[in-house]
C-alpha cells in the first residue's frame, strides 16, 4: 500500500497550495482518508478528513472555511486545496487513511509527506 503526497512548496502568507494524495495498493472503501501535518517540535495533529465512499468531510477548526479536501476515486487521488496560508501552518504534511475514527493519529496507512513552507 502507497499514499505519495505532493504538491507541497514555499508560498507566502496568504497564498494557497493544493496537496495530492495518490492512494495504491488496496481499496479504501470503508476509510476516511485524511490529512495530517507536524511542524517542527511540535505533535501531529489533524488538518481534513474525507469518506472515501460517501464524500463526508471533517475539519479542524483551525482550517475550516479557508481548506476544502476532496477526492477523485476514479484516479484514486485525495486533495487539500489550501487558502489563506499562515505561517504557522509551516509543517510536514501527511496523507493517511483510517478505518476507525477521522481524526485518529493511530492511521491505519500513512504516506512520507510532502513539506508546506509558508513565508511571512
Known amino acids: 500500500v502507497q499514499l505519495q503526497a505532493s504538491g507541497g512548496g514555499l508560498v507566502q502568507a496568504g497564498d494557497s497550495l493544493r496537496l495530492s494524495c495518490v492512494a495504491s495498493?488496496?481499496?479504501?472503501?470503508?476509510?476516511?482518508m485524511g490529512w495530517f501535518r507536524q511542524a517542527p517540535g511540535r505533535e501531529r495533529e489533524f488538518v481534513a478528513a474525507i469518506w472515501w465512499s460517501s464524500g463526508i468531510t471533517d475539519y479542524a477548526d483551525s482550517v475550516k472555511g479557508r481548506f476544502t479536501i476532496s477526492r477523485d476515486n476514479a484516479k484514486n487521488t485525495v486533495y487539500l486545496q489550501m487558502d489563506s496560508l499562515k505561517p504557522e501552518e509551516t509543517a510536514v504534511y501527511y496523507c493517511?487513511?483510517?478505518?476507525?475514527?477521522?481524526?485518529?493519529?493511530?492511521?491505519?496507512?500513512r504516506g512520507q509527506g510532502t513539506q508546506v513552507t509558508v513565508s511571512s
Open positions: 493517511a487513511a483510517n478505518r476507525g475514527g477521522p481524526r485518529s493519529l493511530d492511521n491505519d496507512y
Open positions: 495498493g488496496r481499496t479504501f472503501s470503508g476509510y476516511s
